[in-house]
């Protein structure tokens, strides 16, 4: 007989060769698992690491979940091993009594198996219970102790009539003939537990507990499902109260159910009525497929479209279809969908967009620039205006702020200024823009604040109109109003400077016959020089004073070129500029108003002075005389900057200057154009090959003789 002695970690017998090899399989076995989650982990660790929400930590909990189920798997194995061992030395030892440590170690076999058991049960998140057929709980595990309430020994031993607030024994006692038949059981019950508020309801699995093949308890397996019931009465009642349309389809359309507000939508007195429909009664066009579902299409995803859809009536509705397939086994079995009605919403759209382009409209017929910008001073509108005052599009402002804008005006920023601040109401200012083409335009603002729907400001609103074509009217008609007053002015002096030159020269001249000295001569002879020259010009500004003669007459140009020099000798001495003219006495006589001549010659040289001056210090006019076949020519060249190919098209234009305000009118190459048409004449402007500008004008040749005769 064996000792009696053994501890109960060691069987009695040494483990055969059979069941060693079992255990260094387990062993195997067990290490390999732990080392595939290992492998498993590292692998998904550099695409799991950098994701949302800690998703990292799956790999590291799997691998952990994989060493303690080895480690409880191998605990496990070792327990049964042990317990195989000591019923195989009792079954060699039938009819010999056990030892005392034998049994004490059978017994913590025993009761291990059975802590193991209830730590597994308690583990279960779902309730699990066993009891008699009385109603007596016989054991429970750790989710019923929470949803009662009381600790395990107040519960076994009980009958569960004592923890419900209803009495279910007329339910049960029909219900228990049934389970003791079949010994099996599935459903769904509603509780109410005294310490209970609300009703409960759990999905049951009952399965019968047989001795000798007789049923003497159940085991119950339940889950608590009060929280999906919950929801599906909160849908079923969202269902139903929904003012959108819902509604269940077919895939070809055919409604399987429907809410009240998809009934009421289409205008049918139930729900009965409605789903009683062959799927194309909706539909606005007979020839269609079905408008709802999704008929020869099993695509499962969201979709949403806009649908036209036939009421009872026969009027047609135009609703937003938002559907979703439902699958079974990969199979499209039905759609479910909402319909949301936008009849109204999309005729006031239309009534929107029409206003919106009668206000567009509206807008792009002002003859003014519209400008609206916003309290922080970006532009938020601009009319399409802009493009025929500064050439270019309104994209180039929109979203801008004012003073970012290239060749933005102070005066229009400080316009804007005045208004947002509230300092005035109404504001109006002038200023100079610069458009596309360099050219710059005189422009009148008018400011006035922008209200939102409640009064409150929400921007300024600016009107632009293009006055260049008005400021430069005003300033020729000062300017000709200015020559007038002169000319008037240069008449009276002209007549009272006649009178002491006419002295003058006399007395120089009677002098000269009675004086013998030699060096009193001279200066008699000079003083008698002077004096003819002051003559000279108070002669010629009375040519150019005097009102024009009607007709025209022969006109010697040399002469007359000649007269317009003298007029401007002192500016042009003070700039510096030296006059090359070569004179043609042999050039025959123009038929033309001397004045208008006058007036050409002088402009072509005062645009010469203006362009030395703003490029060098000194500088040189060529004034060159010729003759062609029937015509003769003048030419007036420069070397001064020149003209740019880009503004040579336009600057025989009205109004047309580079100058910035106030500098020019942009009205004497027109003028001097106008005169010279008037005359049967041209002008053309071009660059010389060397830099600066030449204006060659042409004039007919008049029907009289080649004599040149005066220009008096």
């Known amino acids: 007989m064996p000792e009696q002695g053994n501890t109960p970690n060691r069987p009695d017998l040494p483990p055969s060769h059979l069941e060693r090899e079992e255990s260094q399989l387990w062993r195997w076995a067990l290490g390999l698992f732990v080392l595939m989650a290992l492998a498993v982990a590292v692998l998904s660790w550099e695409q799991l690491k950098d994701l949302p929400y800690r998703l990292w930590a799956i790999p590291v909990g799997l691998m952990i979940l994989s060493v303690l189920f080895a480690m409880y798997a191998f605990g496990r194995r ?83 009539l004592e923890f419900l607030a209803s009495d279910l024994r007329a339910e049960s006692d029909a219900s228990l003939t049934r389970f003791l038949e079949k010994r099996h059981w599935a459903g769904v019950v509603e509780i109410h537990l005294k310490n209970g508020a609300a009703p409960s309801y759990y999905d049951c699995v009952v399965n019968a507990i047989v001795k000798s093949d007789e049923v ?75 408008v709802l579902g999704r008929a020869g299409s099993q695509g499962g995803s969201t979709r949403t479209r806009e649908i036209r859809v036939k009421r009872k009536n026969g009027s047609v509705a135009v609703c937003v279809d938002t559907s979703t397939g439902v699958t079974d086994e990969g199979r499209i079995v039905r759609y479910q969908g909402t319909l949301v009605d936008v009849t109204e919403k999309r005729t ?48 180039q402002l929109m979203g801008k702020k004012i003073d970012e804008v290239k060749d933005n005006s102070p005066e229009l920023v400080a316009l804007y200024k005045s208004v947002a601040n509230g300092q005035r109401s109404l504001a109006t200012s002038e200023y100079g823009a610069r458009h596309l083409d360099g050219s710059w335009r005189s422009m009148l603002g008018t400011a006035s604040p922008l209200l939102d729907t409640e009064g409150k400001p929400a921007g300024v609103i600016i ?45 120089t001249e009677l002098l000269q016959e009675g004086e013998t000295s030699e060096t009193s001569r001279k200066q008699l002879v000079s003083l008698h020089q002077q004096a003819r020259r002051a003559a000279e010009i108070v002669q010629n500004l009375q040519y150019f004073a005097r009102p024009p003669a009607p007709g025209r007459s022969p006109v010697n140009l040399s002469e007359l070129i000649q007269r317009t020099l003298h007029l401007q000798a002192y500016p042009l001495r003070k700039s510096n500029i030296t006059v090359d003219f070569l004179q043609e006495p042999t050039l025959p006589a123009v038929m033309a108003d001397p004045n208008q001549l006058m007036q050409v010659f002088l402009n072509l040289i005062l645009n010469a002075d203006q362009a030395i001056r703003e490029s060098r210090d000194k500088g040189t006019i060529r004034i060159r005389l010729g003759r062609n076949q029937d015509s003769v020519w003048v030419m007036f060249q420069d070397d001064g900057p020149g003209i740019a190919s880009e503004v040579l098209p336009h600057i025989f234009d009205p109004f047309f200057t580079t100058k910035r305000p106030g500098r020019g009118t942009g009205l004497g190459l027109s003028i001097c154009k106008t005169l010279l048409r008037e005359h049967n004449g041209n002008i053309e402007a071009a660059t010389a090959p060397d830099g600066g500008a030449v204006f060659t004008i042409t004039l007919p040749v008049t029907s009289s003789q080649d004599k040149a005769p005066s220009a008096n």
């Open 348 to 395: 006031m759209e239309r009534q929107l967009r029409r206003q919106e382009e009668f206000r567009r409209h509206l807008l792009e017929s002002f003859p003014d620039l519209i400008l609206v910008l916003d309290p922080k001073a970006s532009y938020t509108f601009v009319s399409s205006r802009i493009r025929d005052l500064l050439g270019y599009g309104p994209e």
């Open 78 to 160: 070792r327990e049964v091993g042990e317990l195989k061992h000591l019923l195989k030395n009792l079954q060699d030892r039938a009819g010999v009594m056990p030892s005392d440590d034998q049994l004490d170690q059978l017994t913590q076999m025993i009761a291990r198996s059975q802590r193991n058991f209830k730590e597994l049960i308690d583990s279960l998140e779902d309730v699990a219970l066993a009891i008699s057929l009385d109603g007596t709980f016989r054991t429970v595990n750790r989710r019923v102790t929470e949803i009662l309430g009381v600790p395990y020994t107040d519960i076994v031993g009980h009958k569960l």
């Open 463 to 507: 009107s632009v109109r293009d006055v260049t074509t008005e400021k430069k009217l005003e300033q020729q008609v000062i300017q000709s109003e200015r020559l007038a007053a002169m000319g008037q002015m240069i008449g009276g002096f002209a007549h009272e400077l006649n009178n002491p030159l006419t002295s003058i020269l006399g007395m």
């Open 216 to 290: 003497v308890g159940a085991s119950v397996l339940a889950r608590d499902i009060t929280e999906q019931r919950e929801k599906e009465r909160r849908f079923t009642q969202l269902f139903e109260t929904l003012q959108e349309g819902v509604y269940f389809s077919t895939p070809e359309g055919k409604l399987l159910d429907a809410n009240p507000a998809l009934v009421k939508m289409l205008g049918y007195g139930s729900r009965e009525e409605l789903l009683s429909l062959p799927p194309s009664a909706l539909n606005v066009d007979a020839e269609q497929e079905a």
